[in-house]
């Protein structure tokens, strides 16, 4: 069995419940840690520094990319997202299964780093459910929402990309499913490499024990 957790990014469009997903997920499994991005957009109503993201001047940003503590960064409507990397780390090794809630452009520069990193895209089950869910949440203005929208149109490019594609229709089914990616993630061949070698040591060790007898 690999030792380490395994480094799972999450993308959807707004509105297309991947924040749920988490949050259920993380209630029932007490194997995974979700990374805390910083970005430059200003909190909304109710978020807090360091639960939902760590808010940053674009000054501060920028020392973060420059001093290499960034695993990642994308510039999203106009402001800055990134994921700290010396916590993703350490909770990898320390076997969790890491998510990352990121957008399509951070999601395929962790792909390009770290091949082994699984890629889970999550929508809603229409385009107009997007515009909705995104009206139903009430904190963004109109113009705001038309270019989340028009960014959503360009993501979907980047789809292909990704390894799982997931409909969330119901949450309880979504959840279950995104867990069994990660545990059969975890049958990788390439996540049990140590596991054959000991299996190899093991068989050269019971051979040399036949051929002593
Ligand atoms: P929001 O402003 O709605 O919280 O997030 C906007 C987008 O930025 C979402 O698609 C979210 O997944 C993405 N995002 C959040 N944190 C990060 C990050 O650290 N890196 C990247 N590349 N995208 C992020």
Redesign the pocket.
Known sequence: MSQNGILIVL?GF?GSGKGTIIKELMNKYDDFALSV???T?SPRPGEEEGVHYFFRTEEEFRRMIDNGELL???N?VGNF???PKAYVMEQLQAGKNVI????T??ALSVKSRYPEAVLVFVMPPSVDEIENRLKKRGTETDEVIAKRMRKAATEIEAVDKYDFLMVNDVLSESVELFNSIVRSQHMAVSNNLDRIDETKKEFAEYLNRKKEN
């Open positions: 993308s707004a991005s910083a970005t957009r990642e960064y994308a999203y997202y990134g994921t990352l809630e990121i957008e452009e951070g």
